[in-house]
């Protein structure tokens, strides 16, 4: 007896256990439609569910982890990206936002008017993974509001989570995308895949020190507050700030004498390494306590999320795909990127096989995180706080 409470209390038997049952499961495929990078994240909620945990530690070192390798990958189609597609990715941030913006109005005033109106406000910026815009509301509402906002940020977290890690995995079967020829499209968009930036770059196998630098690098640009007058200081956060670095770095190739140009094979390893390592730790921090909530606060949190982040991705999906025709590679990116969710971007990049997408995740991602800080103390001038 123990021996198992010793297993259940050590984070690295608990993390690597959610790695091999999910990674399990996302080989199961039913109809051709398989799991894949979801696996370990729905084994992590069964087994938070059942009282497992991880230090919280866990889940921002396997994330910088993550993103440091996905962008140094990037980097390379950086330049291509913003030049064939940059003001669009502007108007998917601008537009992802706004939408989830429209609905949670309409949930709160119409749909459901008899919930607590802070809770249904919550699931605006729980449903979009916006934790600066959690942040920004938090200051605005009156304090008797807060706790409930926060529930409902909490519950549409986990919910928003679900629903664009399914969505990148399952868009591509449904809609029957010829992924090879979606890559093809973006190369041609971009102007091909080689180095055209003029310099000398050397690549090298792998750098410990280039890829501690951007991680480094980031951790600093992602605490850097954004001053934004009334609507509060955010910053970009680990995440946005260890993807820029990234970028940068991986772009021009070296900093001083330390390379940051790598073998994208073995950042691909990694890559996939660290993805199953993170979507385990939030699987399994999410677990715990999600049904409980559930069955204390209802279902109307629960559809009020889902339907906003549902939603806001099909906005995203209409704009870069049925209106631009822009290829998968790159909507996907930008769609990720208008849901400020790094889990998207796991999904796609795992669900495409193109690291590639967090070019568009990079150029979008940053205004979609201005405009949720900004609508998050929106709602709470023209919602009614009466519950």
């Known amino acids: 007896m123990a021996v198992v409470e010793s297993l259940v209390g050590n984070g690295l038997f608990v993390l690597f256990l959610a790695v091999l049952i999910g990674m399990g499961l996302g080989k199961i495929s039913v109809r051709g439609v398989k799991f894949g990078v979801a696996g370990p994240l729905f084994a992590g909620l069964v087994l938070g569910h059942f009282g497992f945990t991880v230090p919280d530690a866990y889940s921002g070192l396997t994330l910088a982890l993550f993103v440091a390798a996905v962008g140094l990958i990037a980097a390379h189609e950086i330049e291509g990206t913003v030049k064939a597609y940059g003001l669009n990715f502007v108007a998917v941030a601008v537009l992802m936002p706004t939408v989830a913006l429209a609905l949670t109005y309409v949930w709160t005033q119409f749909v459901f008017p008899n919930a607590s109106t802070p809770l249904i406000m919550g699931s605006f910026s729980g449903a979009l993974t916006s934790s600066p815009g959690l942040g920004s509301a938090i200051e605005a509402l009156p304090a008797a509001a807060r706790q409930d906002y926060q529930i409902g940020h909490s519950v549409g977290y986990v919910v928003g989570v679900l629903v664009i890690v399914v969505f990148q995995q399952l868009y591509p079967v449904v809609a029957r995308l010829d992924l090879d020829e979606e890559k093809r499209r973006f190369d041609e968009a971009i102007g091909g895949t080689d180095d055209e930036s003029g310099s000398s770059v050397t690549e090298v196998t792998f750098s410990v020190m280039g890829y501690a630098l951007v991680i480094v690098a980031g951790a600093v640009v992602g605490s850097i507050p954004i001053p934004m007058g009334p609507f509060g200081t955010p910053s970009l956060g680990t995440t946005g700030g260890v993807l ?11 900093v001083g004498p330390v390379p940051t140009r790598m073998d994208t094979g073995i950042l691909s390893e990694i890559r996939a390494f660290t993805l199953a390592m993170f979507l385990a730790v939030v699987g399994i921090g999410a677990g715990g306590g999600f049904l409980a909530t ?22 995203g999906l209409a704009l870069t795909r049925y209106v631009w025709g822009m290829d998968w590679i790159s909507a996907a990116g930008g769609i990720t990127g208008g849901h400020t969710d790094t889990k998207g971007l796991a999904a796609a990049v795992d669900a495409t096989g193109a690291d590639e997408v967090a070019a568009g995740y990079g150029n979008t991602y940053p205004f979609a995180l201005l405009f949720m800080v900004v609508y998050a103390k929106l709602l709470v001038i023209i919602i009614p706080l009466a519950a």
């Open 294 to 315: 559930i069955a204390e606060y209802g279902l109307q949190i629960v559809a009020a999320s889902a339907l906003t982040s549902f939603i806001a991705i099909i906005a």
């Open 244 to 254: 820029v670095a990234a970028l940068v770095f991986g772009y021009f190739g070296r």
